[in-house]
Each structure stands twice: as structure tokens, then as C-alpha cells.
């Protein structure tokens, strides 16, 4: 079966909510199809068979439940997370959930992170990268290195301050530097139990590993070699080049396929699979799909 370890479910109701809380940015999300309506989840559900897809992973980034109010960030956590509860639900052999935590409230992600993993059957959680270094985390952290859970880190959409510029260049930069900052503060090497998956091939990491093995010091070990202790997702948009680096930099058995539903629909989509076989040998495009996927999906 294969996995799709990159895809998104965004109801108007969740939008809604977070919009009466503050958020300014969730009109890119809405009418994108991807909802829970019937003629979305059947639409979504064509496109994963010709895409030749069993399984995708849901995730609410970066429409992420992050909130300064506690009470908005939990309620908005819970309404999500629930809401992918019940989906996978109505559709377990076709979706598993990925939680949302209310951060940056430390007691309450990890009271949220037991509820999602234990009641809901979520097989970690995602957060934004704007998330990264901020004291709740820790708790996060080792909680998931104790249950051998997921850890999907997105981008927020943050780091370009022209609009045109936001997703096609800002997303895959914040990739980098949020790969980079884990690598940094040792994340990989602490929580080894943990599964780390970066989107977009981890943004330009493979292109700079070698780079920060020489200008980085004082670390444990060689930024490159505590890249290759994370997983990295294939979203690049059909990009062959790009693949076939990621997979030389830290190995094929470090990819899972993604395709960034439902930023990428109808040919791109099924692109975002087929593609592989363009930059990977059959072995490879087995592990990536299937094999390596699968293996995140169990814990410990």
C-alpha cells in the first residue's frame, strides 16, 4: 500500500473558528477541496486510487492550533482533532491522523498529545516550524521519543515578506532552517525515538549539507550526518533533480512519498507519484512509497 505522508484536511467550520480567534491568513485554504463535504471526500478519495495512493497521513499545518489565548489554542486543537478522528473513523484503511497541539501552552499540548495519541489513535503530531525552539516543545519531544511517534514539522508560511513569494520560495527556505535549527539544538541525537519528518525534501538541506559540515562546529556529530537521522517527504513538485539529490544526500530509505494535497490536484498530483521512477531505481520508489512510510506509522 502506498502512503501519502503529506496531506491536508481543512473544514470551513475549523477555518472559521480559527478566524474568530484571530487568524488573519486562511482564505489559500478554503475552496481548495479539501474538506470533509461528500462530493470532496469522494473526489479526494478517485484521485488517491489513480494516484495509486491506500493511505494518506492528515495534518491541519499550518493551520496549526497556535494561539497566545490558551483557551483559543486548545479549543481550536480539540475541534480539529476530533474532526480527524471521526474521518478516520468513516475511512481507517485510507487515513491516519496527525495531531494538532495547542501551543505554545506546554500543559496543555502534553494533556492534548495523551488525548490525540490514546483516545484518538493519532500517530503523532504536526506543528509549524515557527514552533521550534520554544520551551513546550521539550515535553513534545520526549513524549514522542518515548512512544516512537511522528514528529511532521511545516512551514508556516512566514519567511518571505512579498506574497508572491510566500509559498514558492518562504516555504521551502523555512524547511531549511527548520531542518537545520533540530540539527542544531541536537534534537535527532536527544529523542532518537522519535520520527522527524521534514516536508519538501527538507527544503535546500541536501544542497547544504556538506556546506554546514564545514561551518558548523562544536556539534556532536556532522550536521549531515544528523540529517540523515530524519525523514523528508518528496513534495517538489515533479522537480527530478531535486529528488535525486535528497535521496544521494541522506539516503532513499529517509524519503516517504507526499504530495502536499490539496496544494497539488488532478495530473500534478498523480505527478507527485510517478515522478519517483524518474529519479529512483524500482527498490527505491517500493521503499519511499511503501516501505519507509509504513514504518513511521509504527510505533516504537
Do not use: C
Not at 36 to 46: I, P
Amino acid at each position: 500500500m502506498r502512503v501519502d505522508f503529506h496531506a491536508h484536511l481543512w473544514t470551513d467550520d475549523y477555518l472559521d473558528l480559527l478566524d474568530s480567534y484571530g487568524r488573519a491568513a486562511t482564505a489559500v485554504q478554503r475552496g481548495m477541496g479539501a474538506g470533509t463535504s461528500r462530493s470532496e471526500m469522494a473526489a479526494r478519495l478517485s484521485l488517491m486510487d489513480a494516484a495509486g495512493i491506500g493511505l494518506q497521513v492528515l495534518s491541519a499545518t499550518p493551520q496549526a492550533a497556535d494561539f497566545a489565548d490558551p483557551a483559543h489554542a486548545l479549543a481550536a486543537a480539540r475541534h480539529v482533532n476530533d474532526l480527524y478522528a471521526k474521518t478516520v473513523r468513516r475511512w481507517p484503511d485510507r487515513f491516519a491522523m496527525l495531531a494538532a497541539l495547542p501551543l505554545p501552552h506546554a500543559g496543555l499540548a502534553a494533556a492534548e498529545l495523551e488525548r490525540a495519541m490514546d483516545e484518538l489513535g493519532a500517530v503523532g503530531v504536526a506543528i509549524n516550524s515557527a514552533a521550534l525552539g520554544h520551551a513546550s516543545l521539550l515535553p513534545v519531544y520526549a513524549e514522542l521519543d518515548r512512544r516512537g511517534a511522528v514528529l511532521f514539522v511545516h512551514p508556516a508560511g512566514e519567511f518571505a515578506a512579498d506574497p508572491r513569494l510566500r509559498w514558492a520560495v518562504g516555504a521551502p527556505v523555512e524547511d531549511t532552517v527548520a531542518a537545520m535549527r533540530l540539527i542544531a539544538d541536537g534534537v535527532p541525537l536527544r529523542h532518537p525515538g522519535m520520527r522527524i519528518v521534514v516536508p519538501h525534501l527538507g527544503g535546500a538541506l541536501a544542497m547544504l549539507a556538506e556546506r554546514a559540515d564545514h561551518q558548523m562546529s562544536g556539534l556532536p556529530e556532522p550536521p549531515s550526518v544528523t540529517a540523515r537521522r530524519m525523514f523528508y517527504d518528496t513534495v517538489s513538485h515533479g522537480h527530478v533533480p531535486a529528488l535525486r539529490a535528497a535521496a544521494q544526500t541522506f539516503g532513499a530509505d529517509r524519503l516517504v512519498l507526499g504530495t502536499d494535497f490539496p496544494f497539488l490536484k488532478g495530473e500534478l498530483f498523480t505527478g507527485a507519484v510517478s515522478y519517483l521512477a524518474e529519479g529512483l531505481d524500482a527498490q527505491e520508489v517500493e521503499q519511499v512509497t511503501r516501505r519507509t512510510p509504513s514504518s513511521l506509522l509504527t510505533r516504537g
